[in-house]
Every structure is written in C-alpha cells, then in structure tokens.
C-alpha cells in the first residue's frame, strides 16, 4: 500500500488532479485497431476497440506499483502491444515470442489480481480498407458509448457509492480524439436531460493522457489489442477476459455502411 503522506503526489500523477480522488473512481481506456493514415487504408485492419478498466484510485496506485516492477525487471520503460509485437519481427531485437506471451501472461495476472471494479469494452466492425478520416467520425460515438456502459455496469454492482464521481482518461491519439472533442463530449452528455437524470451525478471529468505516463492506461492498450486480435484473427476469447474476476461489459456494434 501507498503511504498517505505520498497519496497525493501518486493520485496527481495517475489522473493529473488530486482533488476529489480519495472516493473516486476512474477509468482507463484505449484504442487498437486504427485504420491507415489519411488516405492510406489499411486493407488489413478492419475493426477498432476501446477498452478500460475502472477501479478507485488507492486501488490504481497499488495496480502502478505492480505493473511498473514487471516493466523495470523486463528492462522497459513503458508497455505498448504493437511496438513490442514488432520487436518480435525483428531480428536481434532480444524479443521473441516466447518472451513476449511470458510478459503478457505477468501483466494479465496483475491485472486479474488488482481490486479493478469493472472492465468495459466497445467494438466497431466496419469494411477493410475505408479511410480512417471517415471511420474516425464514428471514434467519438464509442467514447460515448463506453462512458454509458460504464456507468449502468458500474450502478448494476452498487456503485458509484454515495458521493463518488467516476473520472475518465482516454488515451491521446490527436488524430481521432483531440482534447477539444472530449470537452464538446462533456458538455453533451451533462446537457442530454434523460443521461444527466440517470447518471449525471456520477459523471466526473473526461480527461486525455499520453499511454507512456500512465499505466492504467497501459494495462488498457494490452486488454483492447487482445480484444482486437480475437477480431481480427477470428481466433478465442483472449485469458484475460475469459478469466476476469469481477464484471465485464462488451459490445459489439457492426457499420457496414460506412
């Protein structure tokens, strides 16, 4: 456990605002699954997911400290899927994939043995090769959606507790979810009358933060890149979800159309 003289110092550095997170709840989520740059389709890559964790943030300051000695024992700085993926591709690289499936097995079982209140994902499949300028209007909508499926799973279990808000920090992709977005997001959900009766009291801040500064959101990257390869390589459950110990929400949304 984190001392409380340090309490404050650890809860600005995973949320960035101190104030208020003793009795709140936060969530990570990120994204896998991007189509190709503006104008490059990627004719591979035909579905995107955002996933997170909730938990407390006491909670997430023990989760940091057990995911953080992982990483130093492995010699990284920070987790990413798809960089050490490509490590493993590479020659020389001290990656391979017996070595990366043990990683991730270490950082599953962190994950699985944290006090995380619920996971929640959301999945959008949509034709290979559109363009990502026209499947990035659709980014928001999940955003959205996730905040709401957090919200009913969250109240289906009890929680928030009288008092508690739940913060949201997404990770930073500029390009599909710039900070002006989230606030516009914000103000829409506190401004939709049927949304604020039912769960505005809860909603706290919508916040963005970069992946390599926050481990929740790590631990995040690693749980939508698995949801994704299940996807997108038709392949099983990953261990994570199938094995998760508390509640856990997902939706899948088709758009063919687009």
Known sequence: MIAWWAYGYGASYLFG?????VV????????????????RPDSNVHCFVIAGL?????????????WSAILRDEGLPWFH????????RKKRSGWTSTRLASLICK?????????????????MIYR??????AVGQEYLKRHRQVILNSLQ???????????????????RHQEVNPRRSHEQLQEELLSDDLFYREHGGYLGDLTLARPEDKTPLQAADLVAGQIYAQYREGGVQPRLIREFPV???LTAHPFSGL
Do not use: M
């Open 81 to 88: 899927l798809k960089d050490l993926k490509g490590a493993v």
């Open 54 to 66: 909730i938990a407390e943030c006491q909670d997430w300051l023990d989760f940091d400290q057990a």
């Open 107 to 123: 950082l599953e079982d962190v994950i699985s043995e944290a006090s995380i209140a619920s996971l929640v994902a959301n999945t």
């Open 17 to 21: 605002k101190p104030q208020e997170l």
């Open 247 to 249: 509640r856990w929400y």
């Open 24 to 39: 709140s709840l936060i969530g990570y989520f990120d994204e896998s699954g991007h189509p190709g740059k503006p104008g």
């Open 128 to 133: 290979p090769g559109r363009r990502r300028d």
């Open 153 to 171: 799973t969250l109240r289906s279990q009890g929680l928030p507790r009288e008092g508690q808000r739940v913060h949201f920090v997404f990770a």
